[in-house]
């Protein structure tokens, strides 16, 4: 179901000729979208011993992690209990981040809300990971159709500097954090539009611990029910002790610098196509000098209206350099800080998601409703809320079982959704739960999984036996 309208400048249409295009090349799995869920699915099915090609739109290894510059991992690894849950590719990536300097490697404690990192040091982590495994990756290169037989996928449609081509294989795992492939195929699918997108950006030479100073002068400016809802002293300390510097999304409604220049006409809630301008989070590692900001938000049809997206994406890099520079004339701590870098494209939260076998709800996660065939087990969370009131996130002590149909379109064959963005579950659960960093790499591992096992049986996907990867499980 969609509930947008496309919106086209005129109602004429006109013949597309049809014509041959070389196919480039026959694999086993292509995996179409290389965010950090992308990735994860490449990288499993690759080293389960599937022949694996990699396809992203943009010129960047990671997605919203890197190109979306949200370097910020929440860190819902673990039950409230502190026990860890999620191992395997997952952890290997923050890891891999910590050897190299660009994570703290303080981040394995319940207490930490969040693993800030370096967008740089990703992408490299990503791309050595996947070049030792075997994948091979076409950047620059748009999946714009898929070739169906029936209602199986055979292979993609690619729009690249050499032309148009085809890539054929035996399964699609569909990463694009929009469902392309499975729309292009015919999947049903939700898409609500009015999509929540924000553009960050990072300022460097900070003084961190002049910022720290700042909220202890003054916690009344910390605001402990936002985001991932955390106490001030655990801030304090992940600061001093863990060396992680997170202030919560949503937090700047309490700071004070943001909030006196909204009464002196000199910042805003709301300008042109952005909103909620002083939302605000912050974050960074101790000794990095560098602070990551996420500022604002626009909402925009981003699968439906091209021209509103490209301008609200154009003007929200406006809103980064102005903020970018009241925050060096008024934030303690960036008297000297520059504007590094701003995120080259804007993140967008949630688009379509397919309808699976199985549609899973916000309300069964909340009464950890139980599955035959799981595919992996994560931490339950979701927002606390009394009297309507928003309480933030909060880790409980179950871990829920997710059931390999939700990745899985309903209406066809050889395509399996590789992102937690996308899957057959209501909007609530994929915003507050399923969507995050860690929970969208546990969709891709799962798919690259299904995927390299419908190779290994020679199967589709529809009739592969999930039991021998269902019984296992990798969080
Ligand atoms: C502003 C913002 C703030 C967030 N804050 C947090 C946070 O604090 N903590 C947290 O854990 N999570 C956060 N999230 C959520 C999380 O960052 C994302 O959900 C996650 O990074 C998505 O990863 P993904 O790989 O599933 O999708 P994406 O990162 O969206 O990757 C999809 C990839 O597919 C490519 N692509 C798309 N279409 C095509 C096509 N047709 N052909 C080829 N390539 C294509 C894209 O270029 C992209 O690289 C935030 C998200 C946003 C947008």
């Known amino acids: 179901m969609d509930f947008t309208t496309k919106k086209y400048k005129t109602n004429k249409k006109c013949m597309e000729a049809a014509r041959e295009i070389p196919v480039y090349d026959e694999v086993d799995v292509v995996v179409a979208g290389a965010g950090l869920a992308g990735c994860c699915a490449a990288l499993k099915a690759a080293r389960d011993g599937a022949n694996v090609i990699l396809i992203e739109r943009d010129g960047i290894l990671g997605g919203v992690a890197t190109a979306g510059l949200m370097t910020c991992i929440t860190n819902f690894f673990f039950k409230k209990d502190g026990t860890q849950v999620v191992h395997d590719i997952v952890e290997e990536i923050v890891d891999s981040l910590t050897e190299a300097g660009a994570a703290s490697d303080k981040w394995k404690n319940v207490e930490v809300p969040c693993i800030p990192n370096n967008s740089e040091v990703m992408q490299e982590c990503l791309f050595k990971k996947l070049t030792e495994a075997g994948v091979r990756i076409l950047i620059h290169t748009f999946v714009s159709d898929v070739i169906m037989e029936g ?157 509103a997206h490209s301008y609200a994406e154009l003007e929200s890099r406006l809103f980064c350099i102005q903020l970018a520079k009241l925050m060096t004339e008024r934030m303690p701590g960036c008297e000297n800080a520059y504007l590094s870098r701003i995120s080259t494209t804007m993140g967008v939260r949630l688009t379509r998601n397919i309808i699976g076998d199985i549609y899973l709800t916000l309300d069964d996660v909340k009464v950890n409703r139980k599955y035959n065939n799981v595919i992996f087990r994560t931490p339950i969370l979701y927002k606390k809320r009394e009297d309507g009131k928003d309480l933030g996130l909060r880790l409980y002590n179950e871990t829920i079982g997710i059931p390999v149909e939700v990745l899985i379109p309903k209406n066809v064959d050889n395509i399996v959704i590789g992102t937690g963005k996308c899957i057959s579950a209501d909007r609530q659960s994929r915003q507050e739960f399923l969507r995050g960093q860690m929970n969208t790499m546990l969709f891709g591992v799962a798919a690259g999984k299904i995927a390299a096992e419908a190779v290994r049986q020679n199967k589709s996907i529809k009739i592969m036996d999930v039991t021998t990867i269902t019984s296992s499980n990798f969080a």
């Not at 729009?159 to 729309?183: F, H, Q």
Request: charged share 30%.
């Open 151 to 307: 209602d199986t996928a055979r292979g993609v449609i690619i729009e690249t500097k050499m032309g148009r081509m085809a890539i054929m294989a035996k399964v699609l795992v569909d990463s694009t954090g929009d469902a392309d492939l499975a729309y292009h195929a015919g999947a049903e699918y939700e898409y609500y539009g009015h999509d929540s997108c924000s553009t960050l950006f990072e300022l460097a030479n900070v003084d961190l611990d002049k910022i720290m100073k700042f909220f202890e002068e003054h916690p009344e400016n910390f605001d402990e029910q936002k985001d991932v809802a955390l106490p001030f002293e655990t801030f304090r300390k992940n600061y001093y002790e863990r060396g992680i510097f997170h202030t919560p999304h949503g937090g700047g409604k309490k700071l004070s610098i943001l909030q006196d220049a909204i009464k002196e006409g000199k910042w805003w809630h709301e300008k042109g196509t952005a909103t909620k301008l002083d939302h605000f989070g912050l974050y960074a590692t101790r000794g990095s000098n560098r602070l990551l900001v996420n500022s604002h938000f626009c909402y925009v049809d981003t699968l439906s209206d091209v021209e």
